[in-house]
């Protein structure tokens, strides 16, 4: 079984401010872990993805994230926030097993950024 | 990164009519089909895994007589919502996985029922 929890359901930063947006997971297996954006009626772009190997994963639009095994940690961050971060971001867990379980996600429930100028 | 298309984007219908959702791979064979709602202000919830040439596995608490799921090619997967209620209003996504470890989303849609 698997779950994430994201710490905030709402933050909110200024424009040029750092972005921090906590996920913590539980899962039986190693997992696989995604960080995905949603647009006000829009499907989800990924973000950024572990797997394996480096810890420090960088992804698009200056985010990276860390994935730290002894705190089940994934925490989102971005040096500086531009406007057009304003989104709603989904932590995302996968176990690692192989087969058709890397496409059944577990969603966390979701934070909404809002960037303010 | 590989391409996911869904249609319709929205749709609205009446209570008691079937709507059907279309999820293709445009540009790779995707032997697995998944897909999720996302009721107002809450996050993304499985409801079913779909293989191609099979039966879909649905998750606890989904009424597979209520949405009805065909993967009848390695492109394209269909979600019908049988005699929609108001209460199935929803968002709906797709997601498509091929042979790698990442699936693919498609944009969604957003049903309304009236």
């Known amino acids: 079984a698997q779950s994430v929890t994201q710490l905030g359901s709402h933050v909110s930063v200024s424009e040029g401010a750092l972005v921090l947006l906590r996920c913590n997971y539980s899962s039986s297996v190693p997992p696989y872990l995604f960080w995905y954006v949603q647009y006000p009626n829009q499907g989800l772009q990924l973000l950024l993805k572990?797997?394996?190997?480096?810890?420090l994963v960088k992804g698009i639009n200056g985010f990276e994230a860390e994935f730290k095994k002894s705190e089940t940690s994934f925490h989102l961050t971005k040096p500086s926030a531009h406007m057009s971060d304003a989104a709603e971001y989904f932590c995302?867990?996968?176990?690692?097993?192989?087969?058709?379980?890397?496409?059944?996600?577990?969603f966390g429930q979701g934070t909404i950024l809002t960037v303010h100028p | 990164g590989a391409v996911v298309s869904q249609h319709p984007s929205w749709v609205i219908c009446k209570s008691g009519t079937s709507v059907k959702i279309e999820c293709r791979s445009l540009?790779?064979?995707?032997?697995?089909m998944f897909w999720y709602r996302q009721f107002p202000k809450q996050s993304l919830m499985l409801m079913a895994t779909s293989n191609e040439g099979s039966k879909a596995t649905y998750e606890q608490g989904v009424e597979k007589d209520k949405f009805l799921i065909n993967h009848a090619s390695l492109t394209l997967s269909t979600l019908t919502v049988t005699s929609a209620h108001p209460e199935d209003s929803s968002f709906y996504i797709c997601?498509?996985?091929?042979?790698?470890?990442?699936?693919?989303f498609g944009q969604g849609t957003r049903l309304t029922v009236v």
């Open positions: 540009d790779f064979q995707a032997t697995t």
């Open positions: 995302v867990v996968t176990p690692n097993a192989g087969g058709t379980s890397y496409g059944k996600l577990t």
């Open positions: 572990y797997t394996t190997g480096a810890t």
């Open positions: 997601s498509a996985l091929g042979t790698g470890t990442e699936a693919f």
